[in-house]
């Protein structure tokens, strides 16, 4: 995939030119789906790409463009599109049955293969998402100890449920999404990554009334925010000192950050883990595993008074499918060699130690942040200042050319997911090179229109 930087044309010309097929699928799109998008992070401007197939490292779009893939299912793929073992246990799955509406074994090797793998699980329960597993670890954490309020924090994203919306996007005090009760975001309390005494001060305040704290134990928004692995551990001690339940919320880092995830790579275990994207090897799926004695919140005594009244319910008719579950199973089972997330790993760490010497010999402002398979490109002048102010307000800094610096590397031959992304086992040393030159081709072409 050779590189050639189109002169004479802006950004937004070359990117209309190469994508006019997916422009043209937009207007269709816009007909009959609302906004014409699926998922918010599809918004783009002018246009999303529509993408045909993928395989490995790369997909294609309409147009019959080649892709490097950054997005990689939101993290979702880290043995790469298509992986041949997956694929097989797919098929043959396919003519088994996809939906029982019945237990099966297939979801109980996959919930011990999770017990194995992630410190904090002791019990599993299936889900169909990440939104759907921190909503269920949150009712299961306030059914526990009988409190109401949450503790998360600024800048953490956690699904799109009503109780998820506040404190994610600043300002903190107000929730991302409008149709959220007010009693629902005044039930979740917002404290400060990093910052151990913010959360004890909402403990102070509220004393005896929180459930749980829950964070992404990897940084904020896929770790723009960096954790502070002291910071985990004095939160470890102070949760468990005030009863409270902590909850990792490991959409992300589960099996990512080290087969048993962030818990594992930075040897804190939580109370409570949230799973989703890998735990279902491509599929739809996500779990909620932990402690036995809070899970136990869910299961039927065989009481009719306590089933009725002291029981946290769960449904979800795709739980478990036997299509997640073997794509699941497989998966974690290749995980569990422990080599997948190194080796996604190493091509990240060339990759963010590459980009990080392209913004130097350019002269962009900038940096490169992001642990194990994960970067994030922060460009701008109001980096510096924004993390003097707050940490949080680094989710805001380096935003406003990531837009452009997204479309220019389309026009590269490169598909961010926003300005960084994942990397897989199967990004080689060929695609780590491609995306460098496409950053070095794309901040060239910021350069020119004046925007880095
Ligand atoms: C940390 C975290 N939690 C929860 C979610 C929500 O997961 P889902 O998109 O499967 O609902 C995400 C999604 O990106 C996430 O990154």
Redesign the pocket.
Known sequence: MAISVPSGTTIDEAFRRKFARSAALYERARASIAGGITHDSRNFAPFPVYVERAQGSRKWDADGNELVDHWMG??ALILGHGHPAIQAALSEQVTLGTHYGASHEVEVSWAEEICRLVPSAEWVRFTM????S?MLAIRDARAFTGREKVIRFAGH????HDYAMAGYQPPFDTPTSIGVPSDVAASMLIAYPNRIESVRALMDQCPDQVAAVIL?PGGGS?GIIPTDIQFLRDLRDLTRERGVVLIF?E??TGFRYAPGGAQERYEVTPDIT?L??IVAGGLPG?AVAGRKDILDVQTFKGDLQKDRFARVLQQGTFNANPLSAVAGLTCLRIIAEGWPTEQAERSCEQLRHSLREVLQRRNVQGTVVGEASVFQILLGDELDEALAESDANRLMAGRGAVNTLRKAMLVNGVDLMRSGGFTSIAHGDQEIEHTINAFEASLEMLQREGLA
Do not use: L, R
């Open positions: 939101h993290g998402s990440g939104t759907e921190t994203f956690h699904g799109w992404e896929n919320d959409v992300i949230t989703a994207k996500g």
